[in-house]
């Protein structure tokens, strides 16, 4: 058997008829690695219709970057949360693990050109921006507001009140090129009652938090919701479900998910609810819902406590279940 792995094939022109070709070769498996969701034209596809296989890989997750580290993720005793900064504070790429014992700022630097190469090599070169200036400010935008529900219309809106001025047409067409690159990914909204998907207010989630480094800053602690938000995103993606946000009449539900077998299921995710207050208000979106389907709560509150038929888990915990 000859193994052919073919990286980044998508720049060359006509390489769906490559591929096709040397698939009608005996005795030969071929692997095509990439980084752009174009990789599977609609040519390709088109050809190779039924005869392949595609996998998605997500970067670390917290469960297999505890044993990249090391780190014996049975221990009930470990300081998960302690371990957990750490995860979001460095990144989720396997690379960052050799990089630990060099410091924090080799991460940084390995970050930076990553994040460089991938908007400069397989984005803007690619798709001929010339306007690097408000695609730059358009990632920082989206970077700001993880887990908030934009859409092209508002967010032009909001850089134009910041004084740059990019129409709305522009920035649906660069929040596609970014989706394509897997930087951030697209969660659309699902109406719990009407049982739809709908088409606007979308979320945006980033591939991994280490790159909010690079983009916004260290100091990140007022946004650490929506950071675990994003975590428990990429998680649920890597178990194979399909996922939405989940609208409600009043309220939304972070996320409505689907699992292989079609079952359903919702999760609502905090940082804490320490106070009254939060608790409520974290537990009402999904009381709201009056179907039998199961609910989660996901915090970080070493206590939990069922309420409603809702059940309350240790984020960490639900991280580390496997």
């Known amino acids: 058997?000859?193994?052919?792995?073919?990286?980044?094939?998508?720049?060359?022109?006509?390489?769906?008829?490559?591929?096709?070709?040397?698939?009608?070769?005996?005795?030969?498996?071929?692997?095509?690695?990439?980084?752009?969701?174009?990789?599977?034209?609609?040519e390709l596809a088109t050809l190779l219709s039924g005869r392949y296989i595609e996998i998605s890989i997500l970067p670390?997750?917290?469960?297999?970057?505890?044993?990249?580290?090391?780190?014996?993720?049975?221990?009930?005793?470990?300081?998960?949360?302690?371990?957990?900064?750490?995860?979001?504070n460095e990144t989720s790429l396997p690379k960052g693990i050799d990089l630990r014992d060099v410091g924090y700022d080799k991460i940084y630097e390995y970050l930076n050109a990553l994040y460089e190469t991938i908007i400069e090599k397989d984005i803007t070169q690619r798709h001929r921006i010339n306007d690097k200036r408000a695609f730059s400010n358009l990632v920082k935008f989206l970077s700001n507001n993880i887990g908030n529900q934009v859409s092209p219309s508002s967010i032009s809106k909001a850089l134009k009140?910041?004084?740059?001025?990019?129409?709305?047409?522009?920035?649906?067409?660069?929040?596609?090129?970014?989706?394509?690159?897997?930087?951030?990914?697209?969660?659309?909204?699902?109406?719990?009652?009407?049982k739809k998907q709908l088409a606007t207010l979308e979320k945006y989630y980033l591939v991994d938090i280490g790159l909010l480094n690079v983009l916004v800053g260290r100091e990140r602690t007022s946004d650490r919701g929506h950071i675990l938000e994003n975590i428990v995103y990429l998680e649920l993606l890597r178990r194979g479900y399909k996922v939405w946000t989940g609208r409600l009449r009043n309220s939304e539900v972070d996320f409505t998910v689907k699992n292989s077998?079609?079952?359903?299921?919702?999760?609502?995710?905090?940082?804490?609810?320490?106070?009254?207050?939060?608790?409520?208000?974290?537990?009402?979106?999904?009381?709201?819902?009056?179907?039998?389907?199961?609910?989660?709560?996901?915090?970080?509150?070493?206590?939990?406590?069922?309420?409603f038929g809702i059940i309350h888990k240790n984020v960490f915990e639900w991280l580390l279940e496997i």
Do not use: C
């Open 1 to 42: 058997m000859n193994y052919i792995f073919l990286d980044e094939i998508q720049n060359i022109p006509d390489f769906e008829k490559l591929v096709d070709g040397l698939y009608a070769t005996e005795n030969t498996d071929i692997y095509i690695t990439g980084s752009n969701a174009n990789l599977l034209s609609s």
């Open 60 to 88: 670390f997750s917290f469960a297999e970057y505890l044993q990249g580290r090391s780190i014996d993720i049975s221990n009930k005793y470990l300081n998960y949360e302690a371990l957990f900064y750490d995860y979001v």
């Open 161 to 194: 009140a910041d004084n740059q001025n990019i129409h709305h047409a522009t920035v649906e067409k660069f929040i596609e090129y970014l989706v394509e690159s897997f930087v951030f990914y697209r969660v659309n909204r699902f109406d719990i009652k009407g």
């Open 261 to 307: 077998n079609g079952e359903i299921e919702y999760y609502q995710v905090s940082w804490e609810i320490s106070n009254a207050d939060t608790q409520k208000r974290e537990f009402a979106p999904l009381e709201t819902i009056k179907d039998n389907y199961p609910k989660f709560l996901l915090t970080t509150d070493a206590f939990t406590q069922n309420k």
